[in-house]
């Protein structure tokens, strides 16, 4: 099983570290979910579905929809920088409050093992969805993609021949 997952968007896409991809998604869920409490919107309820099991089958790429309109687009980027700024109250998440999270059938993202996990990577990965949803995430470097999520924060990593 592979540790990176891809994130696609309109043709333009990077690689995610599945540990911080999880936790995002369990943020973005969550906002999205309030959202869905406020205001019945059956794309966004199907986009929440999507990201279940983007946020727990090991190896599935996240695919977000080219075919949203400006407004669905603009109200993802809002539940976005929501899930960031909650994810950003505090430095990390411990694996036992991570392993309680039952995002899909019972189950929850990967820990690999991790006794904490810090939120800076999965900040750093929602801001950088949002920059590929706006068509604005900055060009990887020729012959490479860009790895969110890590740790160290932002790499690359080799495109494959």
Same mark, same amino acid.
């Given at each position: 099983m592979s540790k990176t997952r891809f994130i696609e968007y309109g043709g333009d896409g990077f690689w995610a570290y599945d540990v911080a991809m999880g936790v995002f998604l369990k943020h973005l869920i969550d906002q999205a979910c309030r959202q869905v409490e406020r205001q019945t919107l059956a794309w966004l309820t199907d986009s929440i579905d999507r990201w279940r099991e983007n946020a727990v089958v090991p190896d599935v790429r996240l695919y977000l929809d080219p075919g949203w309109t400006d407004d669905q687009r603009r109200l993802v980027r809002t539940l976005i920088d929501?899930?960031?700024?909650?994810?950003?109250?505090?430095?990390?998440?411990?694996?036992?409050?991570?392993?309680?999270?039952?995002?899909?059938? +019972?189950?929850? /993202?990967? *820990?690999?093992?991790?006794?904490?996990? !810090?939120? @800076? %990577?999965?900040?750093?990965? +929602?801001?950088? /969805?949002? *920059?590929?949803?706006?068509?604005?995430? !900055?060009? @990887? %470097?020729?012959?490479?993609?860009?790895?969110?999520?890590?740790?160290?924060?932002?790499?690359?990593?080799?495109?494959?021949?």
């Open positions: 929501d899930a960031c700024r909650d994810l950003e109250k505090s430095e990390s998440i411990s694996a036992e409050e991570a392993a309680s999270w039952k995002i899909l059938d +019972g189950q929850g /993202i990967v *820990l690999r093992g991790a006794a904490q996990i !810090p939120t @800076a %990577p999965a900040v750093e990965l +929602g801001r950088a /969805i949002g *920059l590929l949803l706006e068509g604005a995430l !900055p060009e @990887a %470097p020729p012959g490479s993609w860009w790895l969110y999520g890590v740790e160290d924060g932002v790499s690359t990593i080799q495109k494959m021949a």
